[in-house]
């Protein structure tokens, strides 16, 4: 009877032990998926896959810091599990986290990209707004706020890639490392821009920002008049055409989301429009004609393109 009992007694014990090791375990996975979420990189692979927390990224040496300061808290907790006496579904799941952990090492210690590589930039800036961008529309203010955020994000990420790149050179810029390339300060057209209209002719301008050619030569168009461009009028800088390959982003992409080489379009009368081009290429500005406005088909005013951006 008392050999009955402890049987019984050790089976509980057993049971007990086994139940408070797979809540560890469950702990354990809650709190690292969580944290994997907040930290992983964005790749396109993970794209509606993984659910992340929305705000922005940072991939400054201290984040990074403190991204290895928390994988080594995991690891420490995830070692001190027991799973030898566990069913096997639970010690699977404690391998798998192992697996997972160990990604997380070869990402940040073993081969780390974010130190070496460009291309992980191209991908932490151009995949988030991707992802976000794949929700089906109509966006709320919370969805379009999050997409704004995201693309605010990307300066902050070009600035940590041209810390953290241990000068790689840059593919599309001969003689120039990474950083230099993407950081060229935005040329300003204060100056030729008054030459301009000093001189007389010019109707409207429009600075390239943001949104590309497509987003931004409407705002300075009346009602009832479209623009119509020619892409083969120009050739797309080095940056451009790489990362248009690279990210295999279709033509309309890039002409609504850069300026594709052209940071600023002006509007003048065809009969004007030589002097106005020689006022800007005098005050130091490559000037050339891209097109021309047409009547437009009703509604809002609209960009459409003739031919295909021309690679450099």
């Given at each position: 009877m008392?050999?009955?009992?402890?049987?019984?007694?050790?089976?509980?014990?057993?049971?007990?032990?086994?139940?408070?090791?797979?809540?560890?375990?469950?702990k354990l996975?809650n709190d690292?998926?969580?944290?994997?979420?907040?930290?992983?990189?964005f790749?396109?692979?993970?794209v509606?896959?993984?659910?992340?927390?929305?705000?922005?990224?940072?991939?400054?040496?201290?984040?990074?810091d403190?991204q290895?300061?928390?994988?080594?808290?995991?690891?420490?907790r995830?070692?001190?599990?027991e799973?030898?006496?566990?069913?096997?579904?639970?010690?699977?799941d404690?391998?798998?986290?192992?697996?997972?952990?160990?990604?997380?090492r070869?990402?940040?210690?073993?081969?780390?990209?974010?130190?070496r590589d460009?291309?992980?930039?191209?991908?932490q800036?151009?995949?988030?707004?991707?992802?976000?961008?794949?929700v089906?529309?109509p966006?709320d203010?919370?969805?379009?706020?999050?997409?704004?955020?995201?693309i605010e994000?990307?300066?902050?990420?070009?600035?940590r890639?041209a810390?953290?790149?241990?000068?790689?050179?840059?593919?599309f810029?001969?003689?120039?490392?990474l950083g230099?390339?993407?950081l060229?300060?935005?040329?300003?057209?204060?100056r030729?821009?008054?030459?301009?209209?000093?001189?007389?002719?010019?109707?409207?301008?429009?600075?390239?920002t943001?949104?590309?050619?497509?987003?931004?030569?409407?705002?300075?168009?009346p009602?009832?008049?479209?623009?119509e461009?020619?892409l083969?009028?120009?050739?797309?800088?080095q940056v451009?055409?790489w990362?248009?390959?690279?990210?295999?982003?279709?033509?309309?992409?890039?002409l609504r989301?850069?300026?594709?080489?052209v940071g600023m379009?002006?509007?003048a009368?065809?009969?004007d429009?030589?002097?106005?081009?020689?006022?800007?290429n005098?005050a130091g500005?490559?000037?050339?004609?891209?097109?021309?406005?047409?009547?437009?088909?009703?509604g809002e005013?609209t960009?459409?393109y003739?031919g295909?951006?021309q690679?450099?």
């Amino acid at each position: 009877m008392k050999k009955r009992w402890a049987s019984a007694f050790l089976l509980t014990v057993l049971l007990v032990n086994a139940s408070a090791a797979t809540e560890s375990l469950d702990k354990l996975a809650n709190d690292f998926w969580a944290w994997r979420a907040k930290y992983a990189p964005f790749t396109s692979d993970d794209v509606n896959r993984l659910e992340r927390p929305g705000g922005t990224r940072d991939w400054s040496r201290a984040s990074i810091d403190k991204q290895q300061k928390g994988l080594a808290e995991f690891e420490a907790r995830w070692k001190k599990l027991e799973p030898t006496q566990w069913a096997v579904p639970q010690q699977v799941d404690d391998r798998l986290i192992g697996s997972a952990l160990a990604r997380v090492r070869w990402e940040l210690d073993i081969n780390p990209r974010w130190k070496r590589d460009p291309n992980f930039y191209i991908a932490q800036t151009l995949t988030p707004v991707v992802e976000a961008l794949t929700v089906p529309g109509p966006y709320d203010d919370a969805r379009s706020r999050e997409i704004l955020k995201r693309i605010e994000n990307i300066p902050s990420i070009l600035q940590r890639a041209a810390e953290n790149l241990d000068k790689p050179p840059a593919p599309f810029a001969t003689g120039m490392n990474l950083g230099e390339a993407l950081l060229t300060p935005t040329r300003l057209y204060v100056r030729s821009a008054l030459a301009a209209i000093g001189r007389g002719g010019v109707k409207g301008l429009a600075h390239i920002t943001g949104g590309g050619i497509t987003g931004n030569l409407p705002r300075v168009l009346p009602a009832g008049l479209d623009g119509e461009v020619d892409l083969s009028a120009w050739r797309l800088p080095q940056v451009f055409d790489w990362l248009a390959r690279e990210a295999a982003l279709p033509d309309d992409e890039m002409l609504r989301t850069f300026n594709c080489g052209v940071g600023m379009i002006v509007v003048a009368d065809s009969a004007d429009a030589m002097n106005v081009i020689a006022a800007f290429n005098e005050a130091g500005e490559r000037a050339f004609a891209i097109g021309t406005l047409v009547t437009g088909e009703g509604g809002e005013s609209t960009v459409r393109y003739r031919g295909a951006l021309q690679g450099a």
